[in-house]
């Protein structure tokens, strides 16, 4: 029997097949602008006061950085970007990227928003999942309160430590938990998955503990809630191998999304401000080196476990393809997906897609004003530090050389 085919992620044709010229150029002006790191650290810090302050810079934006990373304001102009996608076999998990409001009544607003999402997913032939944080729906604080409570305590990972809140707080996190009970209910009735973004780790524990909850509860045939693990903090491996182990006797079927985590800055300066140690891995290497494990380990349990593999990584992608193929699972398996962002490492994205995979586009729509948090961690994330920006660059340009020849 022969070699199955080595995947290569190089096929910039494939890669950029679904934009026109005009918008390859566009990009190219973009991911330039984003390696200059005066010019980001400038941008990040200025953006959110301008949008604020009311200053006219919509437009500015609207046709840079949210054209490149975002589908949309509504739901009805995201469709069209979605519509693009699966002219190319490309799949989208849906994120209404709303981030950072607090107050009951737009907790409220953002889990119907959430239902809505679901439904349309449902309506789409390519839109299997859709993405929801928590503290879009609970507030910070109350979440915070519950981490420091969890951090004292050991136990069942799917424990909230409702014990060191008042009657009124507790009557809030009840609140919390039928909104995430009736997003979950919609994604179940509609053969939806929903993925559980995580966040920083002083709200991380409830999340988790509500995530597996929810798991437990509905994950009974298939997966309809996924957890993620980021594997930036030291914790996360065994994390990974602890929660799914109990689900084992929990009696339902695990899903996680694997990422290697956004926070990193934040998390790193808020542990040496606090006098804590660091939760996240002391070099990239560590990071990357658990990231793989952990795929490693999803693919050793797939039969018993839905993973998606969340990344930009060429090697941890292509490292997945290549366990899939050695244990002769079809690179389609129903328990597994591929997800990069929307705007960014096309050449994964495409080049999967056309070797069979399953993969995704994860694309966020919402308001300008309310997304804008979302795009300063994009525009960090392609600042030259990352060396993000080197890449996309290189592959935009030899495009662009291709298409001229
Ligand atoms: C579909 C999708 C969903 C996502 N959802 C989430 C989410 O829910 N929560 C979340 O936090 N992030 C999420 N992310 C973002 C993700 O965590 C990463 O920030 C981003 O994808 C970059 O990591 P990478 O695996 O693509 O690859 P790479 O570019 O290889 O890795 C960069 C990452 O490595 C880590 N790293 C870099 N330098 C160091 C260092 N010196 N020491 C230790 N670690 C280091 C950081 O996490 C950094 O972001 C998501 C990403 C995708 C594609």
Redo the contacts with the bound molecule.
């Keep these: 029997m022969s070699a199955p085919a080595t995947i290569s992620f190089e096929n910039t044709e494939y890669a950029f097949a679904y934009k026109p010229d005009k918008e390859l150029k566009k990009a190219h002006f973009l991911f330039k602008s984003m390696g200059q790191q005066w010019l980001v650290n400038l941008g990040t810090r200025l953006t959110p006061w301008a949008i604020k302050a009311g200053l006219p810079i919509n437009g500015i934006i609207r046709n840079t950085i949210f054209a490149q990373f975002v589908g949309g304001e509504t739901l009805k102009e995201t469709s069209a970007v979605a519509a693009k996608l699966a002219a190319f076999n490309v799949q989208v ?1 849906l994120d209404y990227g709303v981030e950072g409001k607090e107050g009951e009544s737009n907790f409220d607003h953002a889990c119907e928003e959430f239902i809505r999402v679901i439904e349309y997913a449902a309506s789409q032939p390519n839109i299997p999942l859709i ?1 929801i944080k928590v503290t879009g729906f609970a507030r910070f604080a109350l979440l915070e309160k519950l981490d420091a409570a969890a951090d004292n305590k050991s136990g069942y990972m799917g424990t909230v430590h409702l014990e060191v809140l008042t009657g009124e707080e507790r009557k809030e996190w009840d609140r919390v938990v039928q909104r995430m009970q009736r997003i979950v209910t919609a994604a179940a009735d509609n053969n939806i998955g929903v ?1 559980v ?3 920083e780790t002083w709200v991380q524990d409830p999340v988790d503990a509500l995530t597996m909850q929810m798991m437990q509860k509905y994950n009974t045939q298939r997966a309809v809630v996924y957890n ?1 693990i ?1 594997l ?1 903090r030291h914790d996360r491996l065994q994390f990974l191998k602890d929660s799914t182990g109990q689900s084992r006797i929990g009696q339902f079927i695990p899903g996680v ?1 694997l ?6 800055e934040k998390e790193r300066r808020r542990a040496m401000e606090k006098g804590l140690a660091s939760p ?5 290497e ?3 080196k658990d ?1 793989d494990e952990a795929v490693a380990y999803c693919i050793e349990h797939l039969d018993h476990l839905y993973v ?1 593999i ?4 060429e090697q ?1 992608n292509l490292y997945a393809t290549q366990l899939l193929q050695k244990k002769d699972r079809p690179l389609n398996h129903p328990h597994i997906h591929f ?3 929307y705007g ?2 096309d050449n994964i994205t495409f080049n999967l897609a056309k070797a069979g995979c399953p993969v995704s586009k ?1 694309l966020p729509f919402g308001p300008i004003k309310d997304v804008i948090p979302y795009l300063m961690r994009r525009a960090q ?1 392609n600042s030259s530090v ?3 920006t080197g890449r996309e660059l290189a592959l935009i340009k030899k495009e662009l050389a291709r298409r001229k020849l």
């Design positions: 998990i993405s993925l973004d995580a966040e993620t980021q930036y999304k990422v290697r985590g956004a926070y990193m996240i891995q002391p070099s990239k560590a990071s990357d990231y998606v969340a990344s930009h990584n941890s997800s990069q962002l960014m490492s994860y994330e990352s060396g993000q």
